[in-house]
C-alpha cells in the first residue's frame, strides 16, 4: 500500500500521551518512578540563582579599593535588608560618618579589594514543575524531571497561544459554526475550558481572561482581533508564553472557518471531564502543536506503539486537512498516490495525492499542501 510522509495533526479519541517534565537546571525530583500523580502536582522543583547587583563601595565611600574590606560592615554570606548600612567610613577623628547601604534584599556575595566592589544577590527564585496530566510516572531523570504517561483523547490544533493549563472542558457552542463574542462568556465560566465553533473575537477574549476562564477552543480567528488581544503582531518565534491570562487553540486556521465536524463532536462527548491545555505552537524546526489533553485511564488504546506509526498516507484511509489555498481548511479522504512528478501551476515539479471531500468533489493538490488527521 503506498505511504509517504507529511506532516501529522492527531483528532483522537484514545492515544497515549508521553509528557517529559524538566527543570531548567539541576534539582530535587519529588516523585518516584510507578506514581500516580495528578496534573496539578509538583513532580519536581529548583532554584534559579537571584539577580546580582553591584555596589561601587569604593566610588561611594571615596577610598581606594583595597580599604574597602576594612570598612565593610557585612562579610561575604551575610544576609541583608534593603536600605541595612552595609559599609562605613568615618573622617575627622571619627566625628563623621558615610555609611552605604543595601539597594537590595539579598546576600554579600563578594567583596572586591581589586575594583572596590561589593556583590550583591537576591534570594534565589523557586522554580516548580508540576505534572500537567494525570497519569503515572514511567521514566525518572535524575536531579532533572520525571516522563508521565496516560491514557487520553487529544485534540492538536493548528495555532494557539498561552501557557500550559488545567481546567474543565465546557461546551458553549450549539453547532461547529458557532461565533463566541463577548455576550457568550459568563460569570460561571471561570476556571473553565470553553469549546466555541469557528470564531472568536479580541472582546470575547478579554472577557473571559478577565472572568477567569482557563481557555478557548476554535476553529478559527482572525489577524485583527489577534492583535487586539495581544496588542501586538503574533511573529514566527514559539508561542506560549504570552502572559495574557487565557490559552486560545485554533483547531483549522486564519478567518472564520467552522470547526472539524469530528472534532467539535469529540470534544462535545469529554463535556465536563478534567483537560490540560497548551497554545505553545512552533511551525518551523522541531513542531510543536497546541493541544487538548483530556485524560481518562480506562480508554482502550490499538496499540501501544502507536506514535511508531505515524506520518504514513494510506489510500482511502487517511483523513487530510488542505492548508493552501484555495482549498484551505477543507477535510478529505486521500484516494490516490501518483507516484511520478507532476507539474503545478508554479511550473515545479512535484509530488501529488487526489483528495475527495465529503461532499464528494475531489482535487489534485501537492503533497505538501495538506497534513495528516491522526485518527
Known sequence: MAHAYTPGLKVTRATIIRKVRRLPLQGEVLVKKGDKVKAEDIVAKTELPGNVQPVNVAGFLSIPPEDVPQVMLKKPGDTVKKGEPIAMSKSFFGLFKTTVTAPIDGIIESVSNITGQVILREAPMPVEVNAYIDGVITDIFEKEGVVVETKASLVQGIFGIGEERIGTLHVIADSPDFIVDEDKILPEHKGKV????????????????????????VGGIDDQNLRDFLGYDIGVAIT???????????????????????????????????????????????????????????????????????????????????????????????????????????????????????????????????EIIEE
Open 194 to 217: 470553553l469549546v466555541g465553533g469557528a470564531f472568536v473575537t479580541s472582546k470575547a477574549l478579554k472577557k473571559a481572561a478577565k472572568i477567569g476562564v482557563k481557555g478557548i477552543v
Open 240 to 370: 506560549g508564553n504570552e502572559g495574557k491570562g487565557i490559552t486560545l487553540i485554533v483547531t483549522e486556521g486564519f478567518g472564520k472557518l467552522s470547526m472539524a465536524k469530528r472534532t467539535f463532536e469529540l470534544l462535545k462527548s469529554l463535556e465536563g471531564k478534567k483537560c490540560s491545555i497548551s497554545g505553545a505552537t512552533q511551525i518551523r524546526a522541531g513542531v510543536i502543536r497546541p493541544e487538548v489533553i483530556v485524560p481518562d485511564e480506562t480508554l482502550k488504546v490499538q496499540g501501544e506503539d502507536k506514535e511508531m506509526q505515524e506520518g504514513g498516507l494510506i489510500i482511502g484511509q487517511t483523513r487530510v486537512r488542505i492548508i493552501r489555498e484555495p482549498y484551505f481548511g477543507k477535510i478529505g479522504t486521500v484516494v490516490s498516490l501518483p507516484p511520478e512528478l507532476q507539474k503545478i501551476e508554479t511550473e515545479a515539479m512535484v509530488r501529488v495525492l487526489e483528495v475527495r471531500f465529503d461532499d464528494g468533489s475531489q482535487v489534485t493538490i501537492p503533497r505538501a499542501n495538506v
